[in-house]
């Protein structure tokens, strides 16, 4: 595995295309600087790694585009030690953003080729989550609840009841709503029975199935 000075220099015009789309978290740039996104790719797309794009990774699934990486990292605003669950593990690579900004990350992946490859493959570029579980995403996890922030990195056709539940009060739920395209959605909870709900715009993802497989 290798981590070159040309990677590098691909890596800070990557993050300069993110900053001129409007991200702004110096947290997540930094993070998105450092780490080596092609090592989470399969050998046949790595020279588009630094491109800002969505790409193939193994069970038909996809490693988000860098720019909905990082606003879904911002929109979580969550702070370093905050206790963060994400939902579809994929490559790891938002996974490794998060704990690379200093987050406690739980996350749970369906696909068990998949959760098989990056359980392995995390801890070798030094990335620990707390815990990646293979398992139902939709049910979240009640075990480890409440939590600071919940991401939802796949499409989903509804918003699950259990993510909802499963936010503190003052957490923020980041979910891409909707079948063909998504609007990104933030449900914070306000109070113990209330929740305020904002958009911001359309993306595209792979669906969030039911079910493990
Ligand atoms: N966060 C990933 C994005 C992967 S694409 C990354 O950074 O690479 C979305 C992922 O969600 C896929 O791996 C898919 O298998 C997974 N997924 C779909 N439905 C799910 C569910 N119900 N529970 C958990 N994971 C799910």
């Not at 070159?4 to 015009?13: C, I």
């Not at 978290?25 to 630094?50: C, G, Q, T, W």
């Not at 900004?101 to 749970?108: E, L, R, T």
């Not at 957490?171 to 609007?183: F, H, M, T």
């Amino acid at each position: 595995m290798q981590d070159t000075f040309t990677h590098k220099g691909m890596r800070k015009k990557l993050v300069e295309t993110l900053k001129s789309k409007g991200v702004t978290n110096e947290e997540v740039l930094n993070a998105i600087n450092k780490i080596p996104r092609h090592l989470f790719m399969d050998s046949s797309f790595i020279d588009h790694a630094y491109v800002d794009k969505a790409f193939p990774i193994a069970a038909d699934q996809t490693i988000s585009q860098p720019y909905t990486v990082a606003r879904q990292s911002e929109l979580l605003e969550v702070k370093k030690g905050d206790k963060v669950l994400e939902i579809g593990t994929g490559s790891g690579y938002q996974c490794a953003v998060l704990l690379e900004m200093g987050m406690n990350v739980y996350s749970i992946e369906r696909q068990n080729e998949l959760f098989k490859k990056t359980k392995l493959f995390l801890p070798k570029l030094g990335y620990r989550p707390k815990k990646l579980i293979f398992g139902d995403g939709y049910k979240g996890l009640k075990e480890e609840a409440p939590f600071d922030g919940i991401v939802v990195t796949a499409a989903a056709p509804f918003v699950p009841k259990p993510l909802m539940a499963q936010l503190k009060v003052g957490g923020r739920l980041v979910i891409p709503v909707g079948d063909k395209s998504q609007i990104m959605t933030v449900f914070t909870r306000t109070s113990a029975k209330e929740f305020k709900k904002e958009e911001f715009g359309e993306f595209r993802f792979v669906p969030l199935l039911e079910d493990k497989n």
